[in-house]
């Protein structure tokens, strides 16, 4: 009777002081808030005044030159677009939780992305496809970075990959200046594991660039991923959600 009135008295402030500093840890250290992008990026003035030059309105002086006219809305079927690097970038969203405890917590890693973006109405036979460089994968949590690169084995699997089999939902003509939505089917390989997924599109067109947001959702186990978990007392959920943000001009 003593010893559970000592333990009462001694041990659970001690478990509560150590819970206590789990909590503040994980809210002040770890813990992240990230929100989802709801739009495709602005296109920067310096490429949308870049490529004006080759965006004309009809009028008679260019006709009685027998000049090319290329109206705003015009798009070259299949026309390839060059993911610029600099403008663009692809991120994960997991949700995390202390313990036991669903707490309202969302982290966000960002790394960079290289490829090409299709446009066509049906089919895209320049082809959507892009690497992402999973090593550069970083988030505000140094510790959380560690264990998403160990789960994700990016020393043996160092890029995450998708190439398009078709596109649906693109207007026609394409509007300029003007958000649409469209869906791009085609395989996504992450962790040495493909799959066929369907990502939801928010795309814009000015002139000849064109900025999208792709969103994917995940689950981990569909790509033999471990969850990852921070010091072992913060582990995630089971599925995460992945962004592609791109900017890119014509090829």
């Given at each position: 009777m003593r010893a559970f009135r000592r333990l009462a008295l001694f041990g659970l402030p001690a478990v509560i002081l150590v819970l206590a500093a789990l909590f503040a840890i994980w809210w002040f250290a770890i813990r992240s808030?990230?929100?989802?992008?709801?739009?495709?990026?602005?296109i920067p003035d310096s490429l949308t005044s870049a490529t004006a030059a080759s965006v004309s309105t009809p009028n008679d002086r260019g006709s009685a030159l027998g000049s090319p006219i290329v109206t705003a809305?015009?798009?070259?079927?299949?026309?390839?677009?060059?993911?610029?690097?600099?403008?663009?970038?692809?991120?994960?969203?997991?949700g995390e939780k202390l313990a036991s405890l669903s707490l309202p917590s969302t982290a966000k890693g960002?790394?960079?992305i290289e490829g090409?973006?299709?446009?066509?109405?049906n089919s895209l036979p320049a082809g959507t496809k892009f690497?992402?460089?999973?090593?550069g994968l970083e988030s505000d949590e140094g510790r959380r970075d560690q264990?998403?690169?160990?789960?994700?084995?990016?020393?043996?699997?160092?890029?995450?990959?998708?190439?398009?089999?078709?596109v649906t939902g693109v207007p026609s003509p394409v509007p300029e200046a003007t958000e649409f939505d469209l869906q791009l089917t085609g395989k996504f390989t992450l962790h040495g594991v493909?799959?066929?997924?369907?990502?939801?599109?928010?795309?814009?067109?000015?002139?000849?660039?064109?900025?999208?947001?792709?969103?994917?959702?995940?689950n981990f186990a569909d790509y033999n991923t471990t969850k990852p978990d921070i010091a072992g007392f913060v582990s995630v959920v089971d599925t995460a959600t992945i962004q592609v943000s791109v900017v890119a001009t014509a090829a």
């Amino acid at each position: 009777m003593r010893a559970f009135r000592r333990l009462a008295l001694f041990g659970l402030p001690a478990v509560i002081l150590v819970l206590a500093a789990l909590f503040a840890i994980w809210w002040f250290a770890i813990r992240s808030d990230a929100k989802l992008a709801t739009s495709a990026p602005e296109i920067p003035d310096s490429l949308t005044s870049a490529t004006a030059a080759s965006v004309s309105t009809p009028n008679d002086r260019g006709s009685a030159l027998g000049s090319p006219i290329v109206t705003a809305s015009a798009v070259t079927s299949g026309q390839p677009y060059t993911i610029l690097a600099d403008q663009s970038s692809a991120s994960y969203f997991v949700g995390e939780k202390l313990a036991s405890l669903s707490l309202p917590s969302t982290a966000k890693g960002t790394t960079g992305i290289e490829g090409t973006f299709g446009l066509d109405n049906n089919s895209l036979p320049a082809g959507t496809k892009f690497t992402v460089d999973m090593t550069g994968l970083e988030s505000d949590e140094g510790r959380r970075d560690q264990r998403v690169q160990a789960a994700l084995q990016t020393s043996r699997y160092p890029d995450a990959t998708f190439v398009s089999e078709t596109v649906t939902g693109v207007p026609s003509p394409v509007p300029e200046a003007t958000e649409f939505d469209l869906q791009l089917t085609g395989k996504f390989t992450l962790h040495g594991v493909t799959r066929d997924v369907t990502w939801d599109v928010k795309a814009k067109k000015q002139g000849q660039a064109i900025s999208a947001l792709a969103t994917l959702k995940i689950n981990f186990a569909d790509y033999n991923t471990t969850k990852p978990d921070i010091a072992g007392f913060v582990s995630v959920v089971d599925t995460a959600t992945i962004q592609v943000s791109v900017v890119a001009t014509a090829a």
